[in-house]
């Protein structure tokens, strides 16, 4: 069992920074994929960024030079830096991570003002 904790979520004006995190706990090692998804209202849940347990992390082209994932296995703990935020980066941002099965955190909400 993984258990996914977010934080850092907020309202930013555009042009801002935030820096999300996610913490887990349970059986999560260095190797599984973790990263972040971001559903917009009335929009499916899209990936975002993530380590895929190999390589370099995989980023969606809308957030490509401004936003960075980073892992710091020894807290068990991954971050999203974000800059340069935009309007239609609002979002909830879902950590995930998948071990057996795909885990999902609870959320948190990231709103850019125009």
């Known amino acids: 069992q993984v258990q996914l904790v977010e934080s850092g979520g907020g309202l930013v004006q555009a042009g801002g920074s935030l820096r999300l995190s996610c913490a887990a706990s349970?059986?999560?090692?260095?190797?599984?994929?973790m990263g972040w998804y971001r559903q917009a209202p009335g929009k499916q849940r899209d990936l975002v960024a993530m380590?895929?347990?190999?390589?370099?992390?995989n980023y969606a082209d809308s957030v490509k030079g401004r936003f960075t994932i980073s892992r710091d296995n020894a807290k068990n703990t991954v971050y999203l830096q974000m800059n340069n935020l935009k309007p239609e980066d609002t979002a909830v941002y879902y950590c995930?991570?998948?071990?057996?099965?795909?885990?999902w955190g609870q959320g948190t909400q990231v709103t850019v003002s125009s």
């Open positions: 349970g059986s999560i090692f260095s190797t599984n994929a």
């Open positions: 995930t991570a998948w071990s057996l099965r795909v885990y």
């Open positions: 380590f895929t347990g190999s390589g370099s992390p």
